[in-house]
């Protein structure tokens, strides 16, 4: 409560803040730039907007330099479009002098001024800090804020006394404690800096660029979060212009590796991501960080490429395109997933080239090269998966030409982040340039050497179609045809999912089951399969036609779960007559007559009129016969 007390005195005390009100002419004049024409503003990146990012940016050099600079702290300034007249604070304030202080501001500015007080104010933050949960307390980052905003550097030597303590700290259980009162206390240090001088703020940065870097150096999972929360508090809301130095810092964290100690690797990837405050407005900054993640990509600890793949996907955000406008400044999303594409390639080829591991006598040899292509190939699931996680717009055209890649892994790291990034696409809404290529891509993977590739396509489609199911119309006749394919697939895998995905579809009213359909199958399952030589039984190729015709009466049966339309007894009929077909065969019939058991059991008493006396026996004889439940 004394916290927020302090802090809301602190407001109440604050020096005013002077507005100006200028149009952006008078602005880019101001600054020699030149001022847009009259015609439509379209949104993203302009030659008007230039100057309020960091690419623009020349520090002052003068005071007065420094408080003339516009300085717009809200990220949504001058995106869309500029109002006629722009509002904003000018980068001076008045401050409080020890002879013009008021008695009020003077009682907290001598208490402060104490060094003794302010090392018992510590002490007493860490020791409430071991009683209770641990986490970043806000209020206190607020009223240090309020302290260092009102008062400026007069209090900044003797924090930085105690901050060199706290992150000295040895012993291990007061560690944590010191570490979190010492985020707070530079979290408001920096924020708190916003209005003070230029003079002022060399010497600050002076002092706590040492202690941070000081501090990213012996990060421990521990103190992590706390130095997470003090740079995105510190940074919110602020103009990157005004942040110029601390972003610069936390840009070339990652350029310090270390293979020593993962865990600090890690811990600098994670601090990059607290740039995403300033969102559109660094484009300079994530494009250097694109260009240099991108090329770690093989990285040999994964904790260490997960983070790489988060921060890579961040740097790809900002990339959207929108009504008359789109991002040009930032790192391209098309071209850099084509660059990967052809990396994954080449990571595969070595992978099925060359074996990851080769035994010789009681020794295990692990291949370098494979090392490194699976390492790449593990990443770039991980960062497609976050591309759909981070991006606004994430489903791009150079997505769609990665994505037999996706499939083809199945068959080299098949994992449930392979299944997810391919559902990520299927999920996304797809405008038909997007819809029209994917289909063309399934339809060559369909054809694909590898199975695994072709399976993983023929189980896409059924979600992709769920999740396009009216911009999908008119294309039922490709994706027919392609279930059609893959339902005849010599791999048995392959054929058992296009069963699952034409019944999905059925079910779902995208396909109609039709009597051509019907039929087609009927005959399908009645092909004979075997032929005499030599006085010796030989099953033939004809065994998938057959056993492609049952999974295809299979989809029609389950397509209806909770009802009998009129074509369903008759293929019920016809998937009995089967029940002593070889073992492949039985066993996709054993699995539909068990659900379609399961899914009829409540309501048999109304169901089973849909049946003449002659079916309901045949179909009583089989799902109690001996080879139903064998």
Same mark, same amino acid.
């Given at each position: 409560?004394?916290?927020?007390?302090?802090?809301?005195?602190?407001?109440?005390?604050?020096?005013?803040?002077?507005?100006?009100?200028?149009?952006?002419?008078?602005? @880019?004049?101001?600054?020699?730039?030149?001022?847009? +024409?009259?015609?439509?503003?379209?949104?993203? *990146?302009?030659?008007?907007?230039?100057?309020?990012? @960091?690419? *623009?940016?020349?520090?002052?050099?003068?005071?007065?330099? !420094?408080?003339? #600079?516009?300085?717009?702290?809200?990220?949504?300034? +001058?995106?869309?479009?500029?109002?006629?007249?722009?509002?904003?604070?000018?980068?001076?304030?008045?401050?409080?002098?020890?002879?013009?202080?008021?008695?009020?501001?003077?009682?907290?500015?001598?208490?402060?001024?104490?060094?003794?007080?302010?090392?018992?104010?510590?002490?007493?933050?860490?020791?409430?800090?071991?009683?209770?949960?641990?986490?970043?307390?806000?209020?206190?980052?607020?009223?240090?804020?309020?302290?260092?905003?009102?008062?400026?550097?007069?209090?900044?030597?003797?924090?930085?006394?105690?901050?060199?303590?706290?992150?000295?700290?040895?012993?291990?259980?007061?560690?944590? %404690?010191?570490?979190?009162?010492?985020?707070?206390?530079?979290?408001?240090?920096?924020? +708190?800096?916003?209005?003070?001088?230029?003079?002022?703020?060399?010497?600050?940065? $002076?002092?706590?660029?040492?202690?941070?870097?000081?501090?990213?150096?012996?990060?421990?999972?521990?103190?992590?979060?706390?130095?997470?929360?003090?740079?995105?508090?510190?940074?919110?809301?602020?103009?990157?212009?005004?942040?110029?130095?601390?972003?610069?810092?936390?840009?070339?964290?990652?350029?310090?590796?270390?293979?020593?100690? #993962?865990?600090?690797?890690?811990?600098?990837?994670?601090?990059? @991501?607290?740039?995403?405050?300033?969102? !559109?407005?660094?484009?300079?900054?994530?494009?250097?960080?694109?260009?240099?993640?991108?090329?770690?990509?093989? &990285?040999?600890?994964?904790?260490?490429?997960?983070?790489?793949?988060?921060?890579?996907?961040?740097?790809?955000?900002?990339?959207?395109?929108?009504?008359?406008?789109?991002?040009?400044?930032?790192?391209?999303?098309?071209?850099?997933?084509?660059?990967?594409?052809?990396?994954?390639?080449?990571?595969?080829?070595?992978?099925?080239?060359?074996?990851?591991?080769?035994?010789?006598?009681?020794?295990?040899?692990?291949?370098?090269?494979?090392?490194?292509?699976?390492?790449?190939?593990?990443?770039?699931?991980?960062? &497609? #998966?976050?591309?759909?996680? !981070?991006?606004?717009?994430?489903?791009?055209?150079?997505?769609?030409?990665?994505?037999?890649?996706?499939?083809?892994?199945?068959?080299?790291?098949?994992?449930?982040?392979?299944?997810?990034?391919?559902?990520?696409?299927?999920?996304?809404?797809?405008?038909?340039?997007?819809?029209?290529?994917?289909?063309?891509?399934?339809?060559?993977?369909?054809? /694909?050497?590898? !199975?695994?590739?072709?399976?993983?396509?023929?189980?896409?489609?059924?979600?992709?179609?769920?999740?396009?199911?009216?911009?999908?119309?008119?294309?039922?006749? =490709?994706?027919?045809?392609?279930?059609?394919?893959?339902?005849?697939?010599? =791999?048995?895998?392959?054929?058992?999912?296009?069963?699952?995905?034409?019944? +999905?579809?059925?079910?779902?009213?995208?396909? $109609?089951?039709?009597?051509?359909?019907?039929?087609?199958?009927?005959?399908? /399952?009645?092909?004979?399969?075997?032929?005499?030589?030599? %006085?010796?039984?030989?099953?033939? *190729?004809?065994?998938?036609?057959?056993?492609?015709?049952?999974?295809?009466?299979?989809?029609?049966?389950?397509?209806?779960?909770?009802?009998?339309?009129?074509?369903?007894?008759?293929?019920?009929?016809?998937?009995?007559?089967?029940?002593?077909?070889?073992?492949?065969?039985?066993?996709?019939?054993?699995?539909?007559? /068990?659900?379609?058991?399961?899914?009829? &059991?409540?309501?048999? &008493?109304?169901?089973?009129?849909?049946? #003449?006396?002659?079916?309901?026996?045949?179909?009583?004889?089989?799902?109690? /016969?001996?080879?139903?439940?064998?």
């Amino acid at each position: 409560i004394a916290e927020q007390c302090v802090s809301a005195l602190c407001r109440i005390q604050k020096p005013p803040i002077i507005y100006l009100e200028k149009s952006l002419h008078d602005i @880019l004049y101001h600054i020699n730039k030149p001022c847009p +024409g009259e015609e439509c503003c379209c949104p993203g *990146d302009r030659d008007d907007n230039l100057w309020i990012t @960091l690419n *623009d940016y020349q520090p002052p050099k003068t005071q007065i330099e !420094w408080e003339q #600079t516009c300085f717009l702290d809200k990220c949504f300034h +001058g995106y869309y479009k500029w109002p006629k007249v722009i509002k904003y604070p000018m980068n001076k304030r008045e401050r409080y002098t020890k002879k013009t202080m008021a008695e009020h501001v003077a009682i907290i500015y001598n208490r402060f001024m104490d060094k003794t007080f302010i090392t018992k104010l510590i002490k007493f933050m860490i020791i409430e800090d071991e009683e209770d949960e641990i986490t970043f307390n806000i209020n206190r980052f607020r009223m240090f804020k309020g302290l260092f905003r009102n008062f400026g550097l007069d209090l900044i030597d003797h924090f930085m006394e105690q901050l060199d303590i706290l992150i000295h700290e040895k012993t291990k259980e007061k560690q944590q %404690g010191c570490h979190r009162v010492a985020a707070e206390i530079v979290a408001g240090i920096i924020r +708190g800096s916003k209005y003070w001088t230029l003079e002022m703020l060399e010497e600050l940065w $002076q002092k706590l660029l040492p202690l941070l870097n000081e501090v990213c150096t012996n990060l421990t999972p521990e103190t992590l979060s706390y130095w997470g929360s003090c740079f995105k508090f510190g940074m919110e809301d602020l103009d990157p212009r005004r942040m110029h130095r601390l972003i610069e810092f936390i840009r070339t964290l990652i350029n310090n590796q270390t293979t020593v100690n #993962t865990f600090l690797e890690t811990s600098r990837w994670f601090l990059v @991501l607290n740039l995403t405050n300033f969102e !559109w407005r660094v484009p300079t900054i994530w494009c250097a960080i694109n260009e240099h993640a991108k090329e770690m990509l093989d &990285h040999p600890y994964k904790a260490v490429r997960e983070h790489i793949a988060n921060v890579l996907s961040v740097s790809l955000s900002f990339d959207v395109k929108l009504p008359n406008g789109q991002s040009t400044r930032h790192p391209d999303a098309n071209r850099f997933i084509d660059n990967i594409r052809e990396r994954l390639h080449q990571a595969i080829e070595i992978y099925e080239k060359r074996p990851l591991a080769n035994i010789s006598g009681e020794k295990i040899e692990i291949d370098q090269e494979a090392r490194k292509a699976l390492n790449f190939i593990e990443t770039v699931i991980q960062l &497609h #998966t976050r591309i759909f996680m !981070w991006c606004l717009q994430p489903m791009k055209s150079a997505i769609v030409r990665i994505f037999p890649y996706l499939c083809d892994l199945e068959s080299i790291v098949p994992s449930e982040n392979l299944t997810i990034s391919r559902m990520y696409v299927a999920m996304t809404y797809l405008h038909t340039p997007f819809l029209e290529s994917l289909i063309e891509q399934l339809e060559q993977v369909c054809i /694909s050497s590898k !199975w695994h590739a072709r399976r993983a396509a023929i189980e896409f489609v059924q979600h992709m179609i769920f999740c396009n199911l009216f911009n999908a119309r008119s294309y039922k006749k =490709q994706i027919c045809k392609l279930i059609f394919k893959c339902l005849f697939d010599e =791999q048995f895998e392959v054929r058992t999912v296009a069963s699952v995905t034409l019944s +999905g579809l059925y079910q779902c009213g995208y396909i $109609q089951v039709n009597k051509e359909d019907f039929k087609y199958f009927s005959q399908m /399952s009645k092909i004979n399969y075997f032929i005499k030589k030599s %006085g010796k039984t030989i099953i033939t *190729d004809n065994i998938i036609k057959r056993h492609g015709g049952i999974l295809g009466l299979c989809a029609i049966v389950l397509s209806s779960p909770y009802d009998i339309p009129n074509y369903v007894p008759d293929a019920l009929m016809l998937l009995c007559e089967h029940s002593h077909d070889p073992d492949l065969i039985q066993k996709s019939i054993k699995k539909a007559l /068990s659900e379609f058991r399961r899914t009829h &059991h409540d309501s048999w &008493h109304e169901h089973r009129e849909k049946f #003449t006396e002659d079916q309901l026996v045949i179909l009583a004889d089989v799902l109690i /016969s001996p080879n139903y439940y064998a």
